[in-house]
């Protein structure tokens, strides 16, 4: 029980981490961004939906199609993304509604969009894109892994060693506390922050890949189930660090299938795991009472920034 | 004789409805330490800002080095090595010493020759050893937030020096420093001219460039009024071509008759925001008919101090008397009756709405009175002959008269509105905190006769101020308050500038 426990954790764990530490990018740019959920929901549609067009030519034992699929979920989520960039570094709009319009939008232009292909290039009248059980891995000690846990841990690494040791992530901090000072620097404050949110976007879209395939096997709009705005509440716990951040994301992943597993063992009916799922949204709340009164934001965070302005 | 580094040819330069520089031409020569001087308003920093690329001239030309140079950006600027340290400092706050100066023009290594990473040990190493070499003393791993104002100019300078610029100008460096720091200050601008550097001080303090700079250019209202050798000149001839009339800087004050005590302050204990004691178990006095001065360098509990005996902030401990009367847990509005009239630090968020009029503004201490307004419906007619009174009284000039909208006011007009606005009140005790700053001269004159005024009328005065000047010229007693706590309190007349320095500084404590 404690293995399965650790390995339904994990498996939620990280596609949440991943999509934080994309929220942590666009935040400690200097944007504020609401828009995670959208974007993981816009990248788990063009990851599905080219994985889905690949089986018909692959064939579904291929890996061709898994792999695809993420990088085009990856894709997908960066171009969403630019369009919250545009608005918000180049237009100066209020950034709050920008990333709820973007989630909105993202919710209507998706749903739409899977039925009218379904109907027109498969033939069928469903609202979602089936992509079957993902396979798995072997790994010692920790146990069966999804290949994209393996993948975020990749890429993790690689960003944290981007956000903290680099002269981009160095210049991305930077925006975030004084653009002025930045810019006095000779630093690019609107490209930086370009960047920075099409990072979160990319990022984003592999974490609803990652959904897509562990939570329900398919494309559908019951994505949209909160797991953006669960890795924002991660990332204000984790002060907008990437390592507490982690933490925070281990946390509720454990919270969940701990609490799903004892459902399980107590032999409930299955509808008691809707309370299950609920589980980290309490813990949230409860920790940012508690324990998020020290925590600081970026202080230029959400304010738009004018080059003229003095 | 040294060369012209910079040469500024004809400059206009025109914002919508005023010309700020006005077919401006002068020169800079090589290692020298030249003063741009004039009120606010004269054009100085604008004319300024335009050799560090942050506008562009309509007419006339710039030349640095000979060579006509079309700078555009701040980075040009850089390139061409001119540096400029802002009024309000540029420092990224979370970031270390060194991360800021090297920020833009970091030290990269590569590990294993191949994933690039910002050395900060190099970085680190490069800071101590250009900090040495200049004697401006940053230790390079201390983080922004946690050092005083004197310190982040070095830093600013350091900033500079990296980048090796030649050409250093300063916007007002001087004004939030304490008298040993300016002292200190100077002769950093000092050792840095005789190390060749060139250096333009844009100020409106004739004491300082009495002490430090080669030649002088005075402006008044966008021109040029001269250039002056400044060993040769008077500082009485400056200011005159300054503010372009005879000025006397002393107000002319009778000598200052105590009352009754107004208000008494006891062990008043304000935590700040974060939790943290900022004013710490502070007592003073204060009579009728006197004005009570509190110096001190900012940031250490004047803010707090001020908003909680005006009533903006609970305090944690202690009591504040008001004729006698406790007014230490009262609301905002239960203080205004009881007679604290409040100009605040603040004008545009604290002090006024800025988006409403001019008139509307002036009875938003007043407006529910019967006045102003009967059963919750307010009187227009009210409204604009108390406005038209009060702009009259107080020469308050604004484009449209009462129907102004404050936020496009000048910013001594804004601060003369709030104080009609609180002196018109005629209550027993008024504070006024910070109440020149960045004012002109004229407009600072100006409400330093209001403060003498109120005093005379039998008001007390509670000034809160960081610039010294300002708290020499209207006080009768002075406190210092360092660390939230008020480590001095004398008469005026017994107390010397330099020591009101060491107290504001710790260095001497009570």
Redesign the interface.
């Known amino acids: 029980m404690l293995e399965m426990i650790i390995v339904d954790g994990l498996s939620f764990s990280l596609p949440l981490f991943i999509m934080a530490i994309g929220g942590i990018y666009s935040e400690k740019s200097g944007i504020t961004n609401l828009a995670l959920e959208g974007f993981q929901g816009f990248g788990a549609f063009t990851g599905a939906f080219v994985t889905v067009y690949l089986y018909g030519i692959f064939g579904a034992e291929s890996s061709v199609p898994y792999y695809a699929g993420f990088l085009f979920a990856v894709i997908g989520g960066g171009i969403f993304a630019l369009l919250h960039a545009l608005l918000c570094v180049k237009f100066n709009a209020n950034q709050v509604i920008s990333g709820v319009v973007m989630n909105i939008l993202a919710v209507a232009l998706t749903s739409f969009l899977t039925k009218r292909i379904n109907a027109s290039m498969f033939g069928s009248n469903a609202n979602k894109f089936m992509l079957g059980a993902s396979s798995r891995l072997t790994i010692p000690i920790i146990g069966e892994v999804y290949p994209f846990e393996v993948m975020i841990v990749i890429v993790s690494i690689v960003m944290w060693?981007v956000m903290y040791?680099?002269?981009y992530g160095?210049?991305l901090?930077?925006c975030g506390?004084?653009p002025?000072?930045?810019?006095?620097?000779?630093?690019n404050v609107y490209a930086v922050r370009t960047v920075a949110v099409l990072i979160s976007g990319c990022l984003s879209g592999m974490a609803g890949m990652s959904f897509a395939y562990s939570v329900s096997a398919n494309f559908s709009p019951d994505i949209y189930l909160g797991y953006g705005y669960l890795s924002i509440a991660a990332l204000i716990f984790g002060n907008w660090s990437i390592l507490p951040s982690l933490f925070a994301c281990l946390m509720f992943g454990f919270a969940r299938s701990a609490g799903s597993a004892v459902i399980h063992q107590l032999g409930l009916p299955s509808s008691y795991n809707d309370l299950v799922r609920i589980l980290p949204y309490v813990l949230t709340l409860l920790l940012l009472v508690f324990f998020g009164k020290n925590n600081r934001s970026p202080?230029a965070l959400g304010q738009v920034y004018n080059k003229g302005q003095? | 004789m040294a060369e012209n580094i910079v040469e500024f040819r004809h400059i206009t330069k025109r914002f919508p409805g005023i010309v700020a520089n006005d077919d401006v031409s002068l020169s800079v020569k090589e290692g020298e330490i030249f003063a741009v001087l004039g009120e606010n308003g004269a054009g100085k920093s604008t004319l300024v800002s335009m050799l560090f690329g942050m506008y562009e001239p309509d007419e006339g030309e710039i030349y640095v080095r000979g060579r006509l140079e079309h700078i555009n950006s701040?980075?040009y600027a850089?390139s061409i090595g001119i540096g400029m340290v802002?009024q309000?400092?540029?420092?990224?706050?979370?970031?270390t010493v060194a991360?800021?100066i090297v920020?833009?023009?970091?030290p990269?290594s590569k590990i294993f020759g191949i994933?690039?990473?910002?050395n900060i040990k190099k970085a680190n190493h490069d800071i101590a050893e250009l900090s040495e070499r200049y004697g401006l003393k940053v230790n390079p791993t201390d983080v922004i937030e946690n050092l005083n104002v004197a310190t982040q100019q070095r830093v600013e300078i350091l900033?500079m020096l990296y980048r090796e610029a030649e050409i250093l100008i300063f916007d007002e460096p001087t004004a939030v420093l304490t008298p040993q720091e300016i002292e200190s200050f100077l002769k950093i601008v000092k050792g840095l001219r005789d190390g060749g550097k060139t250096i333009i001080l844009i100020t409106h303090k004739l004491r300082e460039i009495k002490a430090v700079a080669d030649r002088c250019a005075i402006m008044n209202r966008g021109k040029l009024i001269d250039v002056l050798d400044v060993e040769t000149s008077s500082t009485d001839d400056m200011a005159r071509m300054m503010v372009g009339r005879d000025v006397s800087f002393k107000t002319e004050r009778k000598p200052a008759k105590f009352g009754d005590v107004i208000l008494d302050v006891e062990n008043l204990t304000v935590r700040n925001r974060a939790g943290f004691e900022a004013v710490k178990s502070v007592s003073f006095q204060i009579h009728a008919g006197e004005v009570f001065a509190v110096a001190g360098v900012s940031g250490n509990g004047q803010n707090e101090l001020a908003d909680s005996i005006a009533g903006l902030v609970m305090p944690s401990g202690g009591t504040v008397k008001l004729n006698g009367h406790d007014i230490t847990r009262s609301s905002v509005r239960e203080h205004l009756t009881a007679g604290v009239a409040y100009i605040p630090e603040d004008r545009h968020n604290v002090g006024l709405v800025l988006d409403f009029t001019l008139r509307d503004n002036f009875p938003l201490r007043q407006y529910y009175t019967g006045k102003f307004s009967s059963n919750g419906i307010i009187s227009k007619s009210e409204f604009e002959s108390y406005g038209e009174k009060l702009a009259e009284a107080y020469d308050i000039r604004s484009g449209q008269g009462g129907s102004t909208i404050t936020r496009e006011m000048s910013g001594g007009n804004q601060q003369k509105a709030i104080i009609a606005r609180e002196l018109d009140m005629k209550t027993p005790l008024i504070i006024f905190m910070q109440p020149t700053r960045g004012l002109d001269a004229g407009a600072v004159m100006n409400i330093h006769r209001h403060i003498t005024a109120e005093r005379d009328r039998g008001a007390a005065v509670l000034l809160i101020s960081l610039d010294l000047d300002e708290i020499m010229d209207c006080a009768d007693t002075i406190a210092v308050i360092y660390n939230g706590s008020i480590s001095k309190i004398s008469p005026a007349s017994e107390i010397s500038t330099d020591e009101i320095g060491l107290y504001m500084m710790g260095v001497k404590t009570a």
Not at chain 1, 180 to 187: E, K, L, T
């Open positions: 060693y040791r680099t002269v160095m210049r901090r930077a506390d004084n002025h000072s930045a810019d006095a620097a000779g630093i202080r003095r | 701040p980075r850089g802002h309000h400092f540029r420092l990224v706050s979370n970031y991360e800021n920020l833009g023009l970091e990269v994933f690039p990473y910002v900033k």
